[in-house]
């Protein structure tokens, strides 16, 4: 079965600029997840997401972070206005239920 | 905030020995995951040990879990240089499905 997908791979901003990720789970997949993996750490989550409802999103920073999983399927990571700090890989994992979370390649995200 | 702590934080051993890395934890949980992570592959999922299992095998994998001591141990058996990768455990606890990860352990296995 293809994996998660996540596009872009790369991606480089000035601060200020707004940015957005897209994420495709694997089919049949209700829970989608996006996390944030900032170097030398485990990836923290921002967003959990149950077919299209926003389950968990305690995590995610709403005054410059949002989300939408449209349909139940594809979601959209946004971020804006970006930040230096926000600088770091940003993955998109998805799963049937409990247990083994699928995850995609992630993008590694630049704020100049 | 990551509950997951794994030790140690690097490990470098020689092809075809055994590697043990070990990850303790703060609270509950359902079960426990160890995920490996490179930059080939991504994060792959490895192996889940429910919080009612003690020790759980998977290929090279070994898994422990001592719930009374919030730890759990991961070896990998004859180890190769594609071993090489960083390896999280990660806990699930409550009712929402959520995992937390550890720092991880970055493991150098040398030809």
């Known amino acids: 079965e293809a994996g998660v997908v996540q596009s872009p791979r790369y991606k480089i901003i000035e601060k200020k600029q707004p940015v957005a990720f897209w994420c495709n789970p694997i089919s049949g997949h209700n829970t989608l997840y996006w996390y944030l993996q900032n170097l030398g750490q485990g990836p923290e989550l921002l967003i959990r997401?149950?077919?299209?409802?926003?389950?968990?999103d305690s995590q995610l920073p709403k005054d410059r972070f949002s989300a939408e999983r449209l349909k139940g399927v594809d979601s959209t990571l946004k971020i804006q206005p970006a930040e230096l700090g926000d600088s770091a890989v940003y993955l998109c994992?998805?799963?049937?239920?409990?247990?083994?979370?699928?995850f995609g390649p992630g993008t590694r995200l630049t704020v100049l | 905030s990551q509950q997951g702590e794994e030790d140690p934080q690097a490990l470098s051993i020689q092809e075809g020995e055994n590697a043990t890395m070990n990850c303790s934890y703060k609270t509950s949980i359902n079960n426990l995951q160890w995920y490996r992570q490179n930059s080939g592959r991504g994060l792959v999922h490895l192996i889940l040990i429910r919080s009612n299992e003690r020790e759980k095998h998977s290929g090279r994998l070994r898994v422990t879990l001592d719930t009374s001591k919030k730890s759990s141990s991961l070896l990998i058996t004859a180890s190769r240089a594609a071993d090489t990768a960083s390896y999280f455990c990660?806990?699930?606890?409550?009712?929402?499905?959520?995992?937390?990860f550890g720092k991880g352990t970055l493991l150098t296995v040398n030809p």
């Open positions: 990660a806990t699930e606890g409550g009712s929402n499905y959520k995992l937390t």
């Open positions: 997401y149950e077919n299209e409802e926003a389950v968990d």
């Open positions: 994992a998805s799963s049937r239920m409990e247990g083994e979370q699928f």
